[in-house]
């Protein structure tokens, strides 16, 4: 029988695993059954997780209030700012008139995934922000990137987590030094692309030099989230996946921890 599937079939098949929908024929019965790879996006909350150095921003605390010997129950409370870690920017975070985490409807928070690679670029040069030049390679590699998507951008600033002020870029004046979008990437990406939000492996989806924050206001004033502090982009594919931000709902929030889930099929 095999020997007589028609060619047209098989070419149906093959564009079915080449499609927009991120993890292509996978189904949720199969992620369901664990027919699936399922990569944690996201870094744990500890006193040293990283956040935006501005003022008033502090580490996360977790204190116990109650243990099992003293209790019989083990709970705890924390402190923290909105923006630390892994973590959702909401569009009224720079924006007024728009909704705060936990009106971000949850269907703008599942969409395929795609990843831009700039290790190369800012491997050299730590102001490096993404071109539109660099979307239309990756385009001309891996296809259009579809309407909907959430764009991560992987810089290789996720191997310098665990040293603050190298992962800030910090110089001597105090200044910040890492890579990001520019504005240009963040127009096309949010304007001729529809995607549903612009993620990157650093502090910031602007760059480290920025003074104007213009991808926080491109990306909020269209309604859209920022991703930020994305963790483990080397161990996912540049597209055929399909992302889950799961952010913490706290109302009209400006952002909040989030977990991300990159659903992919199993390799
Ligand atoms: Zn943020």
Not at 80 to 99: K, M, S
Not at 108 to 130: F, S
Not at 196 to 215: A, P, Q
Request: aromatic share 6%; with cysteine; charged share 25%.
């Amino acid at each position: 029988m095999i020997r007589f599937i028609p060619a047209c079939l098989v070419l149906v098949a093959a564009a079915a695993r080449a499609d927009d929908s991120g993890a292509g024929a996978l189904t949720l019965n199969d992620v369901a059954a664990g027919r699936a790879d399922i990569v944690d996006l996201s870094y744990s909350l500890d006193a040293r997780t990283n956040f935006w150095p501005g003022e008033k921003y502090e580490p996360f605390t977790l204190e116990t209030i109650a243990t099992l010997e003293k209790d019989g129950v083990l709970s705890k409370t924390m402190r923290l700012p909105e923006h630390i870690g892994t973590h959702i920017d909401a569009p009224n975070h720079f924006e007024r008139d728009q909704p705060g985490v936990d009106q971000i409807a949850p269907r703008d928070l599942i969409g395929p995934g795609v990843v831009i690679d700039i290790t190369p670029q800012a491997e050299t040069d730590a102001d490096y922000g993404l071109t539109i030049d660099d979307i239309a390679a990756w385009e001309q590699e891996h296809g259009r990137i579809p309407k909907g998507a959430i764009v991560l951008l992987r810089t290789g600033w996720g191997r310098f987590w665990s040293m603050p002020e190298r992962f800030q870029g910090r110089d001597a004046l105090g200044g910040l030094h890492f890579p990001a979008y520019t504005g240009e990437a963040a127009r096309l990406l949010i304007h001729e692309r529809g995607v549903r939000g612009l993620g990157v492996d650093t502090l910031s989806i602007d760059r480290g030099v920025s003074k104007t924050f213009e991808v926080h206001h491109i990306v909020n004033a269209a309604g859209r989230y920022g991703l930020e502090n994305v963790a483990a982009l080397e161990r996912l594919p540049p597209r055929g996946v399909t992302l889950i931000v799961a952010p913490m709902k706290i109302e009209s929030g400006t952002g909040g921890p989030t977990r991300i889930f990159a659903v992919l099929p199993q390799r």
